[in-house]
């Protein structure tokens, strides 16, 4: 099991920028995909961002490709979350996930076995 933690979220207002962390602990980070995914109130977890293993390729939701940079430091044991162009619409818990490479689709909750506790984003107009 990894144990992941995350940090980095705040209060930012409308096309402002947040750059999420999160250190992970535990077995190796080798063979492991990595995601980022968020929950506003009411709504379901959906998916963010990617970032895999064998490649380092990366996969983002719609909503955010072109302002959301995913990536990942094997050496420190970290994956970062640059959010930029921040809008009201990304306020959430941002979680972050790892999970053993396999066929399961990245882009969704089955594909990562360990979760982080959240991190509250806020995004003011």
């Known amino acids: 099991q990894v144990r992941l933690v995350e940090s980095g979220g705040g209060l930012v207002q409308a096309g402002g920028s947040l750059r999420l962390s999160c250190t992970a602990s535990?077995?190796?980070?080798?063979?492991?995909?990595f995601g980022w995914f968020r929950q506003a109130p009411g709504k379901e977890r959906e998916f963010v961002a990617a970032?895999?293993?064998?490649?380092?390729?990366?996969r983002y939701a719609d909503s955010v490709k072109g302002r959301f940079t995913i990536s990942r430091d094997d050496a420190k044991n970290t994956v970062s979350l640059q959010m930029d162009s921040l809008k009201p619409e990304d306020t959430a818990v941002y979680y972050c996930?790892?999970?053993?490479?396999?066929?399961?689709?990245?882009?969704?909750?089955?594909?990562?076995?360990?979760w982080g506790q959240g991190t509250q984003v806020t995004v003011s107009s």
């Open positions: 535990g077995r190796t980070l080798r063979f492991r995909n």
């Open positions: 970032i895999l293993w064998n490649d380092r390729a990366t």
């Open positions: 996930a790892s999970g053993l490479v396999s066929t399961t689709s990245v882009l969704t909750t089955r594909a990562y076995s360990d």
